[in-house]
């Protein structure tokens, strides 16, 4: 128990301090509204015109799509914060080192998904451990025969529905954790509040690319369509230019104080 409590407060306490992390609710409620106003104009969007390929195409590519954003945040993340750790003095460094817990937990919770999905379709169809396994495995014990036959096939009727239950669950674990991860930013902002700011212009850029390169999801007059498109990077790096305007004047928060310098 005592473990249990020593790692729950180093978790709580594997963040910034107040004075780096201030409670700015017109910061959260920007965010919020921009995020709302994202997900009415996607949504009016796809009502409005006939996608451009089937549904299944149009929910593959936005899963897709989110793949790829994990992919880029990732990779993003992790120079960013790396970048921070050697920029910084030495004191900074031991500060944001001591703040990678949770960053760290999400790129673990990221990865369970995938690796219970494939463990749980590695069972289901037969390839983790077959019913000649079991025989083997459960024979020194029971002997060959009827029992032997009796206990292995039990097991892997159980083997088989606790596989195909993880199977369901791993799912929408997985989409939910990619996306949580993906607005979070990997939890960067435990390391520093500038990093999600300076990271998602680079996210929606390239999600921008993405989609001019593999056409639209819908078939939208031009100017609807660009505006759409352009929309959301536009927006979202204006924000992150405010936010961190406003983190500066309001706050005192800057790179360079950020870095200890």
Known sequence: ??????????????????????????????????????????????????????????????????????????????????????????????????RLLRPVLSILALAAGPLAIWLSLTTVKGDLVGGADLMDFFSPVVGRGIMCSLLSFAVLVLGWLLALVLLIVSIPFTVL????????????????????????????????AFQVFTGPDVAAPPEVLYTFLLGGPLSVTALSVWEVRRLRSRHGITLRTALGR
């Open 1 to 98: 128990m005592a473990t249990l409590n020593d790692a729950f407060h180093a978790y709580v306490a594997a963040g910034p301090r107040q004075e780096e992390r201030p409670d700015d609710a017109v910061i959260a409620r920007v965010q919020l509204g921009r995020t709302i106003l994202g997900i009415i104009a996607a949504v009016w969007l796809v009502l409005a015109y006939p996608l451009s390929n089937g549904r299944e195409e149009f929910v593959l590519g936005k899963l897709v799509e989110l793949g790829i954003s994990c992919a880029i945040l990732l990779v993003a993340s992790i120079i960013g914060i790396t970048a921070f750790l050697v920029a910084g003095t030495p004191d900074r460094r031991r500060d944001f080192a001591g």
């Open 177 to 208: 954790t990619a996306y949580v991860c993906v607005a979070s930013c990997f939890r960067a902002s435990d390391v520093h509040q500038l990093l999600p700011a300076l990271l998602s212009p680079l996210l929606v850029w390239s999600l921008f």
